[in-house]
């Protein structure tokens, strides 16, 4: 069974959005994945959404999720994971053969919230790391053994903001495009070292949806539909104790999974657009080499500018990475559209202080 | 439904319910898990997939909490995913693993359900504040009791239920929890003892209400070819539902619940039921209140009417021994209800009792099918699944029909987290929500004193709060704004005696709130707020009412202008029409957002493990637990090997380790607090190991020369009598 890509909308990436309630950040998103796959809500079984209360700001957040997408009454659920996890399990849901149509939503408000560190400090286990100092300590040590055991250098993580904010500038969805030498990189403020302030995404708003069918008709109807050829998950060690920081054991699970239902057996040869997680400048590197990419970076990878130059969208990092692959294969990427791509895969990671990973493969055509 | 997709349930595990247990959440959950895994004869390795249900993260305390229980629910370097529908999770959480399975993607799935309430103080039910819209609704200080007690007096004035008639409910879930072994609040009560409890918000009394829990359950999916390998006699997911309504819960009639009778019927659809009262065995709808129950079976009955249940409670049908069990389990009122832990019990129930193994619980009769309900959020969303026996197989005996409590593993009682080294936090989470466009000229109006809504062009319907778009009508575009009256009728209503911590007001004083529907709108269209100058004892539904606002200097543009509602009197204008009004235009100064933060704090116990390791390192040791097959010492000490799921003893496999011996594996330098505020002085926070140790040890390093610190670094670990990993000190 096929699973389509039949529309897709996304409203952002803004530093702030005032002016835009939550739920009209996300009805605009939906709006446009709805015009775009030629549907009205009201032919939408059901919808999964990718959220996470203390982002909100809800307890049960899931509540919050039917209206802005026009799904009330209907099948819906809330999955805490990257936009690229709600993808994978609406995936599933549509093969059961079940369901036929589906929306997949993931927002960001995170100007909503006036102490993102705070939040994400209380998502570490309180016995044994949750400290009175930055959340992002994690990272320093990631970063530290990642360099030690690799081939890797400081200089080379500092190349990947420089190339992810200058690919920015030619993407007009992504606010933190710009020049930045490398020496301003490593020479900026140290948050937890090695880690510079520079190395870390900044946090943005955006609100991201798909459309997801199985139906001929469906697909027939959609502007320029796509299709999900391979969808994987994993997840490291919750217990920080006993996880290897250095590496990424949730992506090579997730990635393996995902190629081997897509058929891709060399992924830097198979795929013409490669999307990597870049919330610390580090983790793009350790991706890559997870998911088997060897060398670091190439034009192919993260041509949007990553969350470097989009922001920290939270759930909603893996739907901008993969909203920008379904534009590079309909070849609507407009100054950034890479040449002649057919096929595609984003990486998405949930963020400190997690390893939980999920690999998308998308084709221009059906695969069988 | 065909076998090729066809899911079977082929072994389940959990620990006691209890209102406080000393495990921590990932402990409470390996314990089920490794049950669950015994029961189906199956190890970690044989899982393809792990989901987890739990809602929502203010309960256990952790942002982020399907993170955090990873490891505890089995789910480490496998496809593992966290779901969530509210209270309606724990039925949800067998839906998704269906998906998981029924895909053709994995052959087995392991669904596990946790939820630890008790760390959240002074009272888990202040989480609830949380639940309600953060701008036009928080700011009255609801809880979930309150929006029970509305839904519940809503379906007494509809249905013409008296509050000894839905106390019978709470009377059969009590009894039949006598049989469970899990069960938390098991008891043969009576009517009289329910009514003769306090009530806490009128209609609601402390025994119409489950308790709040802590607890975890777990069980294993699997496709039809790995269930008949594995299970003699498993039961099959034939049919699933699951329907989520607006979260505009004042804009519905709260009496019947239209979401748990769609998901039912496309339940009922996949299974091939045309006629469930017949065709369906026993039932298992969710009853954290007693009335919840009737409530949720006149949506499984699909019947609007509510006739039909009625006749059933009264006749005696519900009984364990009546025609039409409901709850055999002794479900949320008996079992007790940590929320998804409770709804994956039902599903575990009917595994039993298809299965035979239900022991002292078993119903009478040839058990074909059986149904489980849950339901949550702001009554809005039903779970449904069906399962039916696998007629012709053999019952096999298994650890669950002779199960008593004291066999169940974890969920060990504590009266007070003081009893055991603890860790205290209180989060400093702030919000400033924007009110958006539609909002904006809403809450100006509440500074004009006036009640605003929007005028959907496409249905009609005026919307209260006001919507920039209508939910209804494919999303369409709504511009036309207007002043209403600030009249209406009172819809349903509770007399409270509780504030929104569940701590009692004390002195007589009760809160009085209404759902109002508004002059102007139409039927079901209305908002939540107070009312006053009225003795409690006159509040009626359908009575009328107009708003009293504070005076206008000390109005703010929030939902509290509105002081609260009076009884209409004499010489009230009430053929005030609607007014069309210019929407405010929003610029930097008119577009503004509401305050707000999490008030809840949090007692955590350390749990087995980390209760060995700070009362071990008081007395300056530091312990590993050793595997069963003495190979490998894990630190820090832990109850269960996350790669193998097996139980480990912390206290009988504890070995020694040399606290000076560590050598630092990671390390980094931070510069910011957890606010992100620059700190006074960097502090150096480290990973240490110890040699031929699996496990690390994360602490502060003390030294006056940070950046001489380096990997190899031998340090040593510095006894301390504190509790939590601020105190966890290397030198």
Avoid at chain 1, 73 to 90: E, N, P
Avoid at chain 1, 122 to 135: K, L
Avoid at chain 2, 287 to 293: G, L, M, V
Avoid at chain 2, 609 to 627: C, N, R, W
Wanted: with cysteine; glycine share 10%; charged share 25%.
């Amino acid at each position: 069974m096929n699973v389509a890509i039949l529309g897709v909308g996304f409203c952002g990436s803004f530093p702030k959005s005032d002016g835009l309630s939550y739920r009209e950040l996300i009805r605009r998103a939906a709006t446009q994945a709805y015009a775009d796959a030629g549907i009205e809500a009201a032919e939408l079984e059901g919808a999964v959404s990718c959220e996470e209360d203390f982002i909100s700001g809800y307890s049960i957040s899931d509540e919050y999720v039917p209206d802005q997408l026009g799904v009330q009454m209907k099948s819906v659920y809330t999955i805490c994971g990257d936009f690229l996890h709600g993808l994978s399990s609406a995936t599933m849901q549509l093969k059961t053969g079940r369901f036929k149509l589906l929306a997949v939503e993931s927002y960001c408000k995170a100007s909503n919230i006036l102490n993102k560190d705070e939040v994400l400090n209380f998502a570490y286990d309180p016995v044994w790391n949750r400290f009175d100092v930055t959340p992002n300590y994690l990272a320093g040590i990631e970063m530290q053994q990642f360099l030690e055991r690799s081939e890797y250098s400081a200089d080379d993580v500092a190349n990947v903001v420089t190339d992810a904010k200058a690919k920015g500038l030619s993407n007009s969805l992504a606010p933190y495009g710009s020049h930045l030498p490398k020496n301003e990189i490593l020479d900026g403020r140290s948050v937890a070292s090695p880690v510079t302030e520079a190395m870390i995404a900044k946090p943005a708003d955006a609100a991201v949806v798909f459309v997801l069918g199985t139906q001929e008709a469906n697909i027939k109807k959609a502007r320029k539909p796509v299709f999900i050829s391979g969808t994987g998950w994993s997840s490291g060690n919750s217990v920080l104790e006993r996880r290897d920081h250095a590496t990424s054991t949730g992506t090579v699970d997730a990635a393996k999974m995902a190629f081997l239902e897509a058929g891709v057996s060399d992924p830097k040869k198979d795929l013409d657009a490669i999307y990597v997680s870049d919330l610390y400048a580090h983790r793009a590197l350790i991706h890559l080499e997870a998911m088997g990419i060897k060398g670091g970076l190439n034009e192919k990878i993260n041509p949007d500018g990553g969350s470097i130059s989009t922001g920290d969208l939270i759930e909603a990092n893996g739907g901008a990475r993969l909203y920008d692959a379904v534009l590079q294969l309909r070849g609507e990427a407009g100054s950034h559209q890479l040449p002649n791509v057919k096929r595609a895969a984003a990486q998405g990671w949930r963020g400190l202080p997690t390893d939980s990973c999920a690999v998308v493969v998308i084709d221009q055509e059906r695969r069988s | 439904m065909s076998s090729a997709n066809r899911v079977g349930v082929i072994g389940a595990g959990m620990t006691r319910f209890v209102r406080r247990a000393k495990e921590a959440p990932g402990e409470l959950a390996a314990k089920a898990v490794e049950m669950a895994l015994k029961d189906a004869g199956l190890t970690i390795n044989d899982i393809d997939a792990v989901i987890h249900g739990t809602a929502p993260d203010a309960f256990d305390g952790v942002h982020m909490k399907g993170e955090h229980l990873i490891a505890g629910s089995g789910g480490v370097n496998k496809p593992y995913m966290r779901h969530f529908v509210g209270g309606g999770t724990g039925v949800f959480s067998p839906i998704h693993g269906w998906m998981h399975v029924a895909s053709g993607k994995f052959k087995t799935c392991l669904v596990v359900c946790e939820e630890k309430m008790s760390p959240c103080v002074p009272h888990p039910a202040g989480a609830f504040l949380t639940i309600f819209d953060h701008t036009t609704e928080q700011p009255l200080k609801l809880t979930l009791l309150h929006i029970f007690a509305i839904e519940m007096c809503r379906f007494m004035h509809k249905y013409g239920y008296t509050e000894e008639e839905l106390a019978r409910i709470s009377v059969i879930s009590k009894k039949n929890a006598l049989g469970h072994p899990a069960a938390q609040v098991a008891k043969e009560t009576s009517v009289e003892e329910v009514m003769a409890s306090p009530v806490l918000s009128w209609p609601v009394k402390r025994l119409d209400i489950s308790p709040t829990s802590d607890g975890a359950v777990a069980i294993v999916l699997a496709n039809e070819e790995v269930t008949r390998k594995h299970c003699k006699a498993p039961a099959y997911i034939d049919g699933v539902g699951f329907r989520l309504d607006t979260a505009y819960w004042c804009t519905r009639d709260l009496a019947y619940p239209e979401y748990v009778a769609r998901a039912a019927g496309d339940a009922y659809k996949m299974a091939g039921i045309s006629n469930p009262e017949k065709e369906i065995d026993f039932w298992e709808p969710y009853d954290p209140f007693d009335y919840k129950a009737l409530h949720h079976m006149n949506g499984l009955l699909q019947d609007p009417t509510g006739k039909r249940v009625k006749e059933l409670l009264l006749s005696g049908a519900f009984e364990k021994d009546g025609s039409h069990p409901i709850c055999p389990s002794g479900g949320a009122l008996g079992v007790g209800n940590p929320i998804a832990a409770t709804g994956l019990m039902k599903i575990a129930e009917l595994y039993f009792q298809l299965t035979g193994q239900a022991g002292a619980r078993q119903l009478k009769g040839d058990l074909q099918r059986g149904i489980a309900q849950a339901w949550g959020d702001l009554m809005q969303v039903g779970t449904v699944v069906i399962m039916n026996a696998d007629k012709g197989t053999v019952s096999k005996s298994t650890l669950w029909k002779e199960m008593t409590k004291e066999n169940l593993p974890g969920g060990t009682p504590i009266k007070d987290v003081k009893e055991v080294p603890y860790v205290d936090y209180k989060p400093e989470i702030n919000y400033s929500w924007d009110n958006g466009m539609a909002l904006t000229t809403y809450l100006e109006g509440f500074k004009a004193g006036k009640i605003r809504g929007s005028k959907c062009p496409s249905c009609g319907r005026m919307m209260i709060p006001a919507r920039a778009f209508c939910e209804v009508c494919n999303l369409k575009e709504v511009t036309d704004y207007y002043d209403l009256p600030d009249t209406g009728t009172v819809k349903t209503f509770t007399l409270s005696n509780v504030d929104w911590d569940s701590s009692m007001l004390g002195d007589g004083k009760v809160n009085i709130f209404a759902v109002i529907e508004i002059d102007g709108t139409q039927e079901n269209m209305g908002l939540v707020h107070r009312i006053k100058d009225v003795d409690p004892k006159d509040v009626k539904v359908g009575m009328r009412v107009k708003a009293v606002w504070k005076p206008e200097e000390e109005r703010t543009g929030n939902v509290m202008d509105l002081d609260y509602f009076r009884p209409l009197k004499d010489g009230d204008a009430t053929d005030v029409a609607p007014t069309r009004i210019k929407p405010v235009e929003l610029n930097p100064v008119t577009a503004k957002s509401h305050p707000g933060r999490i008030p809840l704090d949090y007692r955590y116990t350390a749990g087995i493990a980390g209760i060995k390791f700070y009362e071990d390192l008081a007395q300056g040791k530091l312990t590993g637990t050793l595997s069963d097959d003495g190979k490998t010492i894990h630190i820090p000490p832990t109850q269960f090997d996350e790669r193998k799921m097996c139980s480990m003893d912390v206290i009988a496999n504890a070995k020694e380790i040399d606290p000076k011996s560590g050598k630092i594996v990671g390390y980094t330098i931070v510069t910011e607090n957890r606010q992100g505020e620059e700190l006074a002085k960097p502090q150096v926070i480290v990973q240490v190991g110890f040699d031929g140790v699996h496990g690390t040890i994360f602490g502060k390093l003390e030294t006056d020369n940070p950046e001489g610190v380096k990997t190899g670094l031998n340090v040593a670990l510095q006894p301390t009598k504190e509790c939590g990993p601020n105190y966890v000190l290397f030198k």
